[in-house]
């Protein structure tokens, strides 16, 4: 009996395999001939997205004139033409003041470009990163900041400005590179801060003041190891402010060249900086 039903089961097995098995590779044929008839669809077309030009950006000083303001005639200054000649501009001192009628009222200097700006340019509204305090700044600046001479950094030139990004992006430079930077970064932050420039213990120097709360601060840019507070700049006998600017004006001592003042009526607002977007 199940003998019987063994073979039964293997003549049904064989059965179905004989017709399935055919059936099978007839459907995949069938199916892969229909798929082969369909129409093939387009390539789908490649949207190229327009490439956008980023603003133009260069970190270097401000171009501009100066509006007057010491004199009785409204008039404005720009750098003089000769400056930018080859033979002026190679090797030779690299800033200082124009006057008129015997009295300074703008200061310029050379920039990295070698082309002659006024000294509010070098300021570009250049904050690194939001701090909370102007010692913070100082701080930065002094860490982040290697001190080299303009003739170490541009070889055979004695006297070459950076602009406060400039400054920064470059790491080295002298003290009225860090003293723009110092200053300018102040200024972002909301404080009454200037460069100066004058003499320290009778050498040409550049150094930060800040105006707070009636007092005037003074801050040296250079210091590798800034103190906690700063001090009153009265109470510093060697630093002799000759002028002194911000990114706007630019400030003369008319009066004594010892003066530890920067406030007074020695002091005259003699020029606006107008730069060439405003024009």
Same mark, same amino acid.
């Given at each position: 009996?199940?003998?019987?039903?063994?073979?039964?089961?293997?003549?049904?097995?064989?059965?179905?395999?004989?017709?399935?098995?055919?059936?099978?590779?007839?459907?995949?044929?069938?199916?892969?001939?229909?798929?082969?008839?369909?129409?093939?669809?387009?390539?789908? !077309?490649?949207?190229?997205?327009?490439?956008?030009?980023?603003?133009?950006?260069?970190?270097?000083?401000?171009?501009?004139?100066?509006?007057?303001?010491?004199?009785?005639?409204?008039?404005?200054?720009?750098?003089?033409?000769?400056?930018?000649?080859?033979?002026?501009?190679?090797?030779?001192?690299?800033?200082?003041?124009?006057?008129?009628?015997?009295?300074?009222?703008? #200061? *310029?200097?050379? /920039?990295?470009?070698?082309?002659?700006?006024?000294?509010? /340019?070098?300021?570009?509204? *250049?904050?690194?990163?939001?701090?909370?305090?102007?010692?913070?700044?100082?701080?930065?600046?002094?860490?982040?900041?290697?001190?080299?001479?303009?003739?170490?950094? *541009?070889?055979?030139?004695?006297?070459?400005?950076?602009?406060?990004?400039?400054? #920064?992006?470059? /790491?080295?430079?002298?003290?009225?590179?860090?003293?723009?930077?110092?200053? =300018?970064?102040?200024? /972002?932050?909301?404080? =009454?801060?200037?460069?100066?420039?004058?003499?320290?213990?009778?050498?040409?120097?550049?150094?930060?003041?800040?105006?707070?709360?009636?007092?005037?601060?003074?801050?040296?840019?250079?210091? !590798?190891?800034?103190?906690?507070?700063?001090?009153?700049?009265?109470?510093?006998?060697?630093?002799?402010?000759?002028?002194?600017?911000?990114?706007?004006?630019?400030?003369?001592?008319?009066?004594?060249?010892?003066?530890?003042?920067?406030?007074? =009526?020695?002091?005259?607002?003699?020029?606006?900086?107008?730069?060439?977007?405003?024009?």
């Amino acid at each position: 009996m199940i003998k019987k039903f063994r073979q039964t089961f293997f003549t049904l097995l064989r059965v179905l395999i004989l017709l399935y098995v055919p059936l099978f590779f007839i459907t995949a044929l069938k199916q892969r001939h229909d798929e082969a008839a369909l129409p093939v669809p387009p390539a789908p !077309k490649t949207v190229t997205a327009p490439e956008e030009t980023p603003p133009l950006h260069r970190p270097g000083p401000r171009a501009g004139e100066m509006q007057l303001l010491s004199l009785p005639v409204k008039q404005s200054a720009r750098i003089p033409a000769w400056l930018d000649r080859p033979a002026n501009k190679s090797r030779g001192k690299g800033s200082g003041s124009q006057s008129i009628d015997q009295k300074p009222v703008a #200061y *310029f200097a050379y /920039g990295r470009d070698l082309k002659a700006y006024y000294a509010n /340019g070098f300021f570009t509204h *250049f904050v690194p990163f939001t701090v909370d305090s102007k010692w913070s700044a100082m701080h930065h600046v002094s860490r982040h900041m290697r001190y080299m001479r303009d003739e170490q950094q *541009f070889k055979g030139f004695t006297e070459i400005w950076l602009s406060s990004e400039e400054a #920064y992006l470059s /790491g080295r430079g002298d003290c009225e590179d860090h003293a723009i930077l110092l200053a =300018d970064w102040l200024s /972002g932050m909301g404080y =009454d801060a200037r460069v100066v420039f004058g003499t320290y213990k009778n050498e040409g120097h550049a150094w930060v003041v800040v105006f707070e709360a009636g007092s005037t601060y003074l801050l040296e840019a250079t210091d !590798k190891r800034p103190k906690r507070s700063f001090p009153l700049a009265a109470t510093l006998p060697n630093y002799h402010p000759k002028g002194m600017f911000n990114d706007r004006f630019i400030w003369y001592n008319y009066g004594s060249p010892l003066t530890t003042a920067y406030t007074g =009526d020695q002091w005259i607002r003699t020029a606006r900086f107008r730069p060439v977007e405003e024009r």
